[in-house]
């Protein structure tokens, strides 16, 4: 039996904050109480230091398989471990796509081969998708189901596409609201999330433009797509049970959307990113294409709008959106650099240093930790500081802070879109299962499956 005491911290507990000591046996939390002692394993002491639930990152991009030279599942989670994430849950749009149970079968082989913290899949809803697809899906592990409303899928190259207006066979069109209304039922069935990129494509459509500029970025992707397409899907799912997830909320019409469905009954959860939360347009000049991303980070209205909704506990989930390049593609002109930015690494510390600012640190482990696991049916074994609980656990020092630097990156993209912030807290010690997991190399994650209720 191989024990790990963590002593004398301030523990982030489903009670709250409480001056405990953290005591787990083979992986799994055992007691949390104070004055705990072990005489067959590792103790650590956290004195002056803050003991938190590992992050659960619901969207995250490995680019595995795919696009190894951008990422695999060994460098996205070897960046997770040293930032304190320690499940990664990877959306659908790796190449060949989720769409299918022996796809998700054959990723997951792929990613247990190479993960160093836990990881959960999300399927693929297509335009083509039957209920049978999303049945054994499930059946293979699926946390929940991600439709990319304006995005075609390849059928040669079994990949998610953004290719509007293109007339080309060997496209399928993209999932719609028909798709939904057809799915939705079947999805709250099955008791999984529904999650949607929230733009539509008429919207996108009536707004396209050569994106020279950062100005033509904003401008292509205004915030009448995220609330339209997200007010639409919300109907289609609002009388079928389904709970719809929005990946990655970026606007204040978005967000106005959203409390509008929330308020008739709508169920409706809501995720927004750090980058949304801590940069806004005017930061191009400074950051450059490192924050070029779709959706857009826009201007200081949408941030605060997202800033209010998260303090408000309407947002309940904070993600990163992980989604790298190499260095080098993302140092060619605006033009023609592709869109998105790393961020599994920074969003512990990044979300510690917003709670603060927000008056109430510990809002911090709810939104990375807490409410992630439950979205994604973990609630019983991730997210939390109590008996029977995994022990996953982040050591934070609150005194430290932590510049986000391009050479202390383990993504392969290292360059930023939060290169050069300061953040206050500095991570110290990270436990996957009671083991350390932030030394790198160890290649010990599993697969996490949500512990489904069948409704
Ligand atoms: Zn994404």
């Not at 953290?22 to 002491?45: F, K, N, Q, W």
């Not at 796809?103 to 990613?111: D, R």
């Not at 927000?358 to 709810?366: K, Q």
Request: with cysteine.
């Amino acid at each position: 039996m191989t024990e790990l005491l963590v002593k004398g911290g301030t523990v982030y507990t489903p009670e709250g904050p409480r001056r405990v000591d953290v005591l787990a046996s083979d992986g799994v939390i055992m007691r949390v109480e104070p004055g705990l002692t072990t005489d067959a394993g590792e103790v650590v002491d956290a004195t002056g230091m803050y003991v938190l639930p590992g992050a659960v990152d619901v969207h995250v991009h490995s680019r595995d398989p795919g696009f190894p030279e951008k990422e695999d599942f060994a460098s996205l989670t070897d960046a997770a471990a040293a930032g304190g994430v320690t499940v990664v849950v990877d959306m659908p749009n790796t190449v060949p796509a989720v769409d299918s149970a022996g796809v998700l079968e054959s990723k997951a082989a792929l990613a247990h081969s190479k993960a160093r913290v836990d990881f959960g899949l999300w399927g693929l809803i297509r335009a083509s998708t039957t209920p049978e697809d999303l049945e054994e899906m499930s059946a293979a592990g699926a946390v929940g189901f991600k439709a990319y409303l304006a995005y075609s899928f390849s059928l040669s190259r079994k990949q998610v596409l953004y290719s509007p207006g293109v007339d080309d066979p060997d496209l399928e069109a993209p999932a719609d609201y028909g798709t939904l209304a057809r799915l939705a039922p079947v999805v709250a069935q099955l008791g999984l999330p529904l999650a949607i990129h929230a733009e539509d494509p008429t919207v996108l459509a009536a707004f396209r433009r050569p994106l020279l500029t950062y100005e033509d970025l904003l401008e292509s992707r205004p915030p009448e797509a995220e609330a339209v397409a997200l007010s639409a899907a919300a109907a289609v799912a609002r009388d079928t049970g389904a709970h719809l997830h929005i990946a990655h909320l970026s606007s204040a019409l978005g967000l106005r959307a959203a409390e509008d469905a929330m308020s008739i009954g709508t169920n409706l959860t809501l995720e927004t990113c750090p980058q949304f939360l801590l940069l806004t347009a005017d930061d191009f000049e400074r950051v450059g294409s490192a924050m070029k991303m779709l959706p857009p980070i826009r201007g200081a209205a949408d941030r605060d709008a997202l800033l209010d909704g998260l303090k408000r506990g309407v947002i309940s989930v904070v993600s990163t959106d992980h989604a790298p390049h190499t260095d080098e593609e993302k140092a060619q002109p605006f033009e023609h650099a592709p869109s998105g930015s790393p961020g599994v690494q920074t969003l512990y510390v990044s979300c510690l240093h917003l709670a603060k600012d927000m008056g109430d640190v510990w809002l911090a482990p709810r939104w990375v930790s807490e409410a992630p696991a439950r979205l994604i049916g973990l609630e019983q074994s991730k997210g939390a500081i109590a008996p029977g609980f995994d022990a996953d656990l982040v050591v934070v020092d609150p005194e430290a802070k932590t510049r986000v630097a391009a050479h202390e990156m383990r993504s392969r993209q290292t360059h930023s879109a939060l290169e050069d912030r300061e953040f206050d807290f500095a991570i110290k010690h990270v436990y996957l299962r009671g083991e350390a997991a932030d030394s790198g190399g160890k290649t010990r994650g599993r697969m996490v499956r949500p512990a489904l209720v069948m409704r």
